[in-house]
């Protein structure tokens, strides 16, 4: 497959990111057969000693040495090399030697020299910045030393800055990608619990969701709030950021709370994200009414700062009878969120699946602002449905007295 292919032209670090089962581990041990095989088993190849940098050493022998997808598996049996286990190394019919190193031990890697690496699952170690520092000092040998690097992404320091660097290449690939060889039952399970989720992106899509420094919600926030069911709903809002010129996004966003007892108790479930791209006025108002009737609305908050009276003349155009409440924002995008944020900081909002494009706004939401392209437009929706939901009425509660006697 070509995202197991290494690309073309001049490169130091190969980045093979992908899902779960989308073949990394194959492409890493057929980009070691290519550095150390020459033409017949006893000719050199362009590497001669190779570094193979697991998370411990029991998995670079289980996985990246004996596994399915391993480098014994993937070699002929003319070429394939010799295991010496008492000196954790793997040797070729024509000298080449790889050396296994466990990212647990950083020091391992001080005074060794390499012209080439194989390094799996990078974003799991613990000691990542340290080993692959390390690494790269032991790379020193030949003219072209090289290193492929096949993990599963994670928002981690050390594969964030390895993504940077200016001599890195990757490629992609999502677990889909390898599915001639996965079970389908694996396949079907995988795809029905995370599909749409921010930890499916990740493990099955194979897509790197940065957290922004001093971002309202972290990815380990959001993923804390997703929930397979939705108790029974006291309200149902849709919320609406319109979009006037149609250069941005007009977010649409479903919300419905439980709002039993004081409002400590209360809790908000967000049930849809159904924001549109470059529709007209008249679009984006029918998908704002058919969010209602589909999620069961009982209100649609709109902002009007920009639009004005047009976003109500709009909506009352397709419907005059939509229950509408139009909102105007006087303070930043950033400080009306931040009361929405503690929410989920204490457990009281909740998402279903589906809401991944909602979630990479989300977590590219600072108290400065917004830090990602464009407009915050599913972020606006969310923000102003849970304001007309808890954060208002909490407000403006008042404990019932007791009765006197």
């Not at 130091?12 to 020459?38: I, N």
């Not at 040495?65 to 793997?90: N, Q, T, V, Y």
């Not at 908000?268 to 006025?281: H, I, K, M, N």
């Not at 939509?322 to 969120?337: E, S």
Request: aromatic share 6%; with cysteine.
């Amino acid at each position: 497959m070509e995202h197991q292919l290494p690309p073309e032209g001049q490169w130091r670090s190969w980045v093979v990111m992908g899902g779960r089962g989308a073949g990394k581990t194959r492409a890493g041990a057929e980009w070691v057969r290519s550095r150390v095989e020459g033409a017949k088993p006893t000719d050199r190849g362009p590497a001669r000693r190779l570094a193979l940098v697991g998370e411990t050493f029991d998995q670079v022998r289980d996985v990246m040495i004996f596994g399915d997808s391993g480098i014994m598996a993937c070699s002929p049996p003319d070429r394939r090399p010799e295991w010496k286990a008492g000196e954790r190394k793997l040797i070729w019919h024509n000298g080449a030697v790889a050396q296994a190193f466990s990212a647990h031990d950083p020091e391992g890697l001080r005074g060794p020299q390499f012209d080439g690496a194989w390094v799996d699952e990078l974003a799991k170690w613990k000691k990542g910045e340290e080993t692959w520092d390390m690494l790269q000092f032991a790379l020193r040998l030949g003219d072209d030393p090289r290193v492929c690097v096949t993990t599963t992404p994670r928002n981690v320091a050390v594969l964030k800055r390895l993504l940077e660097t200016p001599s890195t290449v990757v490629t992609h690939a999502p677990t889909e990608a390898n599915r001639a060889n996965l079970a389908d039952s694996f396949l079907e399970e995988v795809r029905a619990r995370y599909a749409g989720t921010r930890l499916g992106r990740q493990e099955l899509d194979g897509v790197l969701l940065p957290d922004v420094d001093g971002a309202l919600w972290t990815g380990k926030l959001l993923d804390a709030a997703h929930v397979e069911q939705v108790p029974e709903l006291d309200r149902v809002v849709v919320a609406l950021d319109p979009s006037v010129g149609g250069a941005d996004a007009c977010g649409i966003v479903a919300v419905g709370a439980v709002t039993q007892g004081p409002p400590v108790e209360w809790r908000a479930y967000v049930l849809g994200d159904c924001t549109v791209e470059g529709a007209s006025p008249s679009g984006w108002a029918e998908a704002a009414l058919r969010a209602m009737e589909r999620f069961g609305g009982d209100r649609l908050v709109a902002e009007v700062n920009q639009g004005g009276k047009l976003v109500d003349e709009v909506l009352r155009q397709v419907n005059p009878l939509v229950p509408l409440k139009t909102v105007h924002a006087a303070k930043g995008k950033g400080a009306r969120a931040e009361p929405v944020a503690a929410l989920y900081e204490q457990g009281r909002v909740k998402h279903v699946a589906g809401l991944d494009r909602l979630e990479e706004q989300m977590i590219q939401m600072t108290v400065r602002g917004f830090e990602g392209n464009g407009s915050p437009d599913r972020v606006d929706a969310l923000v102003w449905a849970l304001h007309e939901l808890i954060i208002e009425p909490a407000a403006s509660y008042q404990r019932p007295r007791a009765r006197m006697l």
